[in-house]
Nanobody, 115 residues
């Protein structure tokens, strides 16, 4: 069973930065795409950023210019660097991976941005 484990969440002041990391139980090169979603209380889960096996990236408009998604083959992780955080970025951040038509999700990591 494929497993994804997120880390790097926490509490940060508005204007601060966080780096989230998603570790996979198999080679990240096996995934067609990987990325991050987030869910704020009372809201639906929404896309934050994705990266394909070919390295193409896509960002939600709300984070474009503030977020960078990247893959580390050496660490076998997909990372999300978030800068200039604001309270609207608060939520549980979930890593996902698309593999052979299946989507696997991590358990999530909480990000709280204080105003």
């Amino acid at each position: 069973q494929v497993q994804l484990v997120e880390s790097g969440g926490g509490v940060v002041q508005a204007g601060g930065s966080l780096r989230l990391s998603c570790a996979a139980s198999l080679s990240i090169g096996s995934f067609k795409a990987m990325g991050w979603y987030r869910q704020a209380p009372g809201n639906e889960r929404e896309l934050v950023a994705t990266i394909t096996a070919g390295g193409q990236t896509n960002y939600a408009g709300s984070v474009k210019g503030r977020a960078t998604i990247s893959r580390s083959i050496a660490k076998n992780t997909v990372d999300l660097q978030m800068n200039t955080l604001n309270p609207y970025d608060t939520g549980v951040y979930y890593c996902y991976g698309s593999l052979c038509g299946y989507v696997t999700w991590g358990q999530g990591t909480q990000v709280t941005v204080l105003s």
